[in-house]
């Protein structure tokens, strides 16, 4: 990896990580920064500041030579983390470094001793909400910016961006980049470590990330809950009514989506790339997720898995309302159900048109000319990633031997993460290289989240020889 002391950056990342940025991290895990999707008052009960003020604090006690922290908040948006950090010789455009500070919600069932906002280090593994997803990238990033310098490398201008509204779909970050749009300059390297892999083996490319529709539907019917016995047969039900509506997009029993805005041609080049990640990491797809009893995936082909994860749309009703818990459900005929419906489309498919063909399958001709309402409205586009140049590939493929010892492998990513979409509009030149420490099995977003700590040392490594790469490119 040209002439930078590979022993030096390993050292310098393993030392930051054990005695500055584990520490610090454990307290950031503690504070309660939910995205402000899930905390109306965010502004007002100050978590969101308090994460972006603690982990300034740390960047700014760093001893980065012209490195420069700042917190930027325009009116009534949430607020974005900077790190400027100088290049050490020629500049070959800016290396901007991504990631968020913003949680999940805690979610109930962690495990006997785990918390959301308890951060807990054991067998390699730091448990808490935030640590995976995605409270470590900013330390990460600046650990590999000290790593090169540490070994004798060099490094392009590098910023680090913090921000505090992923979770929420990103919401502000538009206007933050037109806002930082001259500073930022000529952006020509992208890394963003929201991201993950199949296994803690290897270093993982994402190569596209699925775009975002969602709303939430109630169908009502009554003015007021009637008893059963009596209105049943006359009124018709809202559940009956939501069940009809939903199939018109989604096929009940193949759980294929049926409107045709959502679909996309899978490019032959990530079906071949679905077919190598199968051929890496055997097994991956049907063994990860904890399925419960004698639960099937929905295809033996994981080949088929992994398409349908990253390049075909689905359907998951994440939340409902107007249902009684079991125990204290009376015979009542209810006057409305509500359902969230949570969209993931394929990386090239245009979300405002999906969103359009889900609202008319919603809305029109519906079946008793019963009422239906949509709230919470929200789509997002989804990214596929450019082919990597040829040093980039180069510093890939040596970096991926000497620090993991295996090849690294490419995966296209299920969730979605607004902020590529922006950036590879706003950058179309720009190089991505769109990783982290994430496995199938860290809990991002449910109980018992945790980080790889190993991993997330080796990626930090790996991160500090792109750098040096880049700027030698």
Not at 245 to 262: H, Q
Not at 367 to 377: D, G, I, K, M, Q
Request: proline share 7%; glycine share 8%; net charge negative.
């Amino acid at each position: 990896m040209g002439s930078v002391d590979k022993t030096a950056v390993a050292q310098t990342v393993r030392q930051t990580w054990e005695a500055e940025i584990l520490p610090s991290l454990s307290d950031l895990v503690a504070i309660p920064a939910l995205s402000p999707m899930f905390d109306a008052q965010w502004a007002t009960n100050g978590h969101l500041d308090a994460a972006v003020e603690h982990v300034r604090e740390w960047l700014a006690a760093r001893d980065i030579p012209g490195a420069q922290v700042e917190v930027v908040q325009l009116p009534d948006r949430t607020p974005v983390l900077l790190l400027d950090v100088p290049a050490t010789g020629d500049d070959k455009g800016t290396v901007l470094l991504y990631g968020h500070l913003d949680k999940q919600p805690p979610v109930g069932g962690w495990a006997e001793g785990l918390g959301p906002w308890k951060p807990v280090l054991k067998d390699g593994r730091l448990y808490g909400r935030g640590a995976a997803d995605d409270g470590y990238a900013g330390y990460a990033a600046t650990a590999a910016i000290e790593a090169v310098r540490a070994g004798g490398g060099s490094h392009s201008r590098c910023v680090v961006i913090l921000e505090t509204g992923e979770e929420s779909g990103s919401p502000d970050l538009p206007a933050y980049l037109e806002q930082l749009e001259d500073r930022l300059g000529d952006v020509s390297l992208i890394v963003c470590l929201d991201s993950g892999g199949n296994d803690y083996e290897r270093l993982w490319l994402t190569t596209s990330l699925r775009g975002l529709a969602s709303a939430t539907v109630t169908v009502r019917v009554l003015d007021s809950g009637q008893h059963s016995g009596l209105a049943s047969g006359v009124v018709p039900s809202s559940f009956r009514v939501l069940r009809r509506l939903l199939d018109r997009i989604e096929d009940a029993e193949s759980g294929e989506i049926v409107i045709k805005e959502m679909h996309v041609d899978i490019p032959d080049d990530r079906i071949a790339e679905a077919a190598a990640t199968v051929a890496a990491t055997p097994g991956a797809f049907r063994t990860t997720f904890p399925l419960h009893a004698d639960t099937r995936p929905v295809d033996d082909d994981e080949v088929e898995l992994i398409l349908n994860n990253s390049w075909r749309p689905t359907l998951s009703v994440i939340g409902a309302d107007g249902f009684p818990i079991p125990v204290d459900a009376g015979n009542v005929l209810r006057p409305f159900t509500t359902l969230s419906l949570s969209f993931r489309l394929p990386p090239t498919a245009d979300s405002t048109a999906a969103l359009e063909a889900v609202r008319e399958a919603l809305t029109v001709d519906v079946p008793y000319n019963a009422t239906v309402e949509l709230s919470r409205v929200e789509h997002v586009d989804g990214w596929n990633a450019p082919q990597p140049a040829p040093w980039l590939r180069d510093a890939l493929d040596q970096v991926s031997t000497d620090v993991f010892g295996n090849p690294w492998a490419t995966v296209g990513l299920g969730g979605s993460i607004p902020f590529m979409g922006l950036l590879a509009r706003r950058y179309p030149a720009a190089q991505f290289v769109i990783t982290g420490a994430l496995g199938a099995d860290s809990n991002a977003h449910v109980p018992n989240e945790w980080l790889h700590v190993k991993q997330a040392v080796r990626l930090t490594e790996a991160v500090a020889h792109l750098l040096d790469a880049h700027a030698r490119s």
